[in-house]
């Protein structure tokens, strides 16, 4: 026995107060209904039963429901149609919004299979809208079933082909798979229709290992009953025969008399195929009184058309015309055209074998007649049904951007979650790199301007910000000055002293050099011991101030901490001519005036003449 069975039987068993006794019965009826009709009409009593005693209507609701679910399974549709309206009423006045949803869709079955397609489609359409609005998403995936198996039987293959898929993804997310075989039956169906007899095959089996694994034993048979079809189609009709036996023994077993019904009719077409009119016939009739006792008009039709048919077929006229205007008699007052149609062909084809082309002129004038009509009929709800799904998708649009304004979305699986998770990690690990990236890029962008010995500005910051400083200073008529600094004798210092002690003295000079810049002003190390000031808005003689403390504060440091012999000077020389017609030019002038500082005897400021 299936585990949740076994575990709704044990809490059953238990003393429950009635309103959960309610919603457990509700629960095992739900598995029941597909394996064990009888059971499930049982449940369906003491559902009934318990919910008279109690004040809330949403016991009886949910009982009426299913007392309807149950008269569908059993092919009476009058019945069913009554208990499934009369529970919408009572659920929807009970604020019941789950039963409410589940009984649209259920309407939406019953009018589909008595074939009032429009009316089929407004409940599955208002089933979709209110399951979306309230995210309902296993009874959003069976309105979408039902919206797409009406598409299908308009003949929107393509319409009805997106509605499964959508359905099917909806299941699949939700693990149910029992719908989910169901709705792989129904693909199945459009595959059939457009011709790919391999691809339905292959779906209808897919879908019967399920219900299979499942113990849906109905499933089974319908699923068993639609790959006959599909191999009478081949032309296997042996093998075709097979299945209908084998869906036909388990209709039999679950005492299902609407299943075995359409068992024994695709059984009877298999027979008429292999040429066995006799047992076909046979078959036929007692299809037909199945039909006639649960109440289902249509089935009686196709039984009656059938019987109709084969007696044709096997010389007894009388019957056959009999049987025929009795089946279009009833698709007379039923009113379905297609049904309608089938009968005066059937009835023409008798008459011209009986050599009465009067009588099967009429008929098939008739025939025509519908024809034109059943083809107006059929654009009609095609284009109905197309703008209804347009208006339908156009709400699930806005449905969807509303749910994702003001919602996170939603794990598609457990497996999307992961990879979320992962992708999250990694993100997070990729933005700590990028961080890392850009300090990384920031400081070799420091270093690649920066002299790495004294950490004054390198000679390439120099050029690149003395370019735009002598740039501004022409367009806006503002002084600039230049001075090259450059230690005196500084290869004596690293032959005397140690090239260590000659790069403490660069470090040295360079942060006197530093210190005596102002916020616009800045220091570079030019080469060597040679360094660079560079005096933003300051003229010659400002400029010359700034370098002649620099000057002394160099000759007056401390350097015997690096050395007790050690002396250290500089020399400098400044540049200031607007009239140069670039910032090299500048620098070589400057660079002219250190070198007339150190042949004027060294530690002194040459200004430019």
């Excluded at 990694?426 to 920031?442: F, I, P, V």
């Excluded at 390439?460 to 501004?472: D, I, P, S, W």
Aim: net charge negative.
């Amino acid at each position: 026995m299936n585990h949740t069975l076994q575990t709704l039987e044990a809490q059953l068993s238990q003393p429950q107060p009635p309103s959960e006794k309610l919603h457990l019965l509700d629960e095992l009826y739900q598995f029941l209904r597909y394996n064990d009709l009888r059971r499930a009409g049982q449940l369906v009593e003491e559902m009934l039963v318990l919910s008279e005693d109690q004040t809330s209507p949403a016991g009886r609701g949910l009982a009426l429901k299913n007392l309807g679910d149950f008269h569908f399974r059993q092919g009476n549709l009058p019945a069913a149609q009554g208990c499934l309206e009369e529970a919408l009423a009572v659920l929807r006045r009970a604020g019941q919004l789950k039963g409410e949803i589940d009984t649209l869709n259920a309407l939406g079955n019953l009018h589909y299979f008595q074939g009032s397609f429009p009316r089929a489609l407004e409940y599955y359409l208002e089933a979709l809208e209110q399951s979306r609005k309230h995210q309902q998403k296993a009874l959003e995936a069976n309105a979408l079933n039902g919206v797409g198996i009406v598409q299908y039987t308009l003949g929107n293959h393509q319409e009805a082909t997106k509605y499964f898929l959508r359905s099917l993804a909806l299941k699949r997310e939700l693990d149910d798979r029992l719908s989910e075989a169901g709705t792989l039956n129904n693909l199945g169906l459009v595959y059939l229709e457009v011709g790919d007899l391999s691809g339905a095959v292959q779906l209808y089996r897919e879908s019967l290992a399920i219900k299979k694994m499942l113990g849906d034993r109905q499933g089974q048979a319908n699923v068993l009953s639609n790959l006959g079809v599909v191999f009478q189609r081949l032309g296997r009709i042996q093998e075709a025969l097979d299945y209908h036996q084998q869906a036909l023994e388990i209709a039999e077993q679950l005492g299902s008399p609407q299943v075995r019904a359409t068992c024994l009719e695709n059984l009877g077409l298999s027979h008429t195929a292999l040429g066995n009119l006799d047992r076909a016939l046979e078959l036929f009739q007692v299809c037909k009184a199945l039909y006639q006792e649960l109440g289902n008009r249509l089935g009686e039709l196709s039984a009656l058309l059938q019987v109709g048919s084969l007696l044709g077929r096997m010389g007894q006229t009388d019957s056959a015309i009999q049987t025929l205007q009795q089946g279009l008699r009833l698709a007379e007052e039923l009113g379905p055209q297609k049904p309608l149609l089938e009968f005066h062909q059937a009835l023409a084809a008798v008459f011209e074998a009986e050599q009465k082309p009067a009588l099967a002129l009429y008929h098939l004038r008739q025939v025509l007649e519908i024809e034109r009509k059943l083809y107006k009929e059929q654009q009609a709800q095609k284009t109905a049904a197309l703008l209804a799904g347009f208006q339908v998708e156009k709400a699930r649009q806005e449905a969807e951007i509303e749910r994702l304004r003001n919602t996170e979305l939603a794990r598609a699986n457990r497996e999307l979650a992961r990879a979320i998770e992962n992708l999250k990690e990694a993100n997070a690990e990729k933005s700590r790199l990028l961080d890392k990236l850009r300090q990384q890029s920031a400081e070799l962008e420091r270093l690649a301007r920066q002299d790495p010995l004294t950490r004054l500005h390198n000679r390439r910051y120099l050029e690149e910000n003395l370019e735009r400083e002598f740039a501004a200073s022409r367009r806006y008529n503002f002084p600039l000055s230049v001075a090259l600094v450059d230690i005196d004798n500084f290869k004596q210092i690293n032959d005397t002293f140690s090239h260590q002690v000659g790069d403490d003295v660069l470090r040295i000079v360079a942060q006197i050099l530093e210190s005596g810049c102002r916020g616009v002003d800045f220091a570079a190390r030019y080469g060597g011991e040679e360094f660079a000031l560079v005096f933003s808005q300051t003229d010659l003689a400002g400029a010359l101030i700034a370098c002649e403390r620099v000057r002394q504060r160099v000759e007056n440091h401390n350097w015997s901490d690096l050395h007790p012999s050690l002396k250290v000077t500089v020399s400098i020389g400044v540049s200031s001519d607007p009239t140069l017609p670039n910032h090299e030019k500048l620098l070589a002038a400057a660079d002219e005036q250190l070198y007339a500082a150190k042949r004027a005897g060294r530690n002194r400021v040459c200004p430019q003449s």
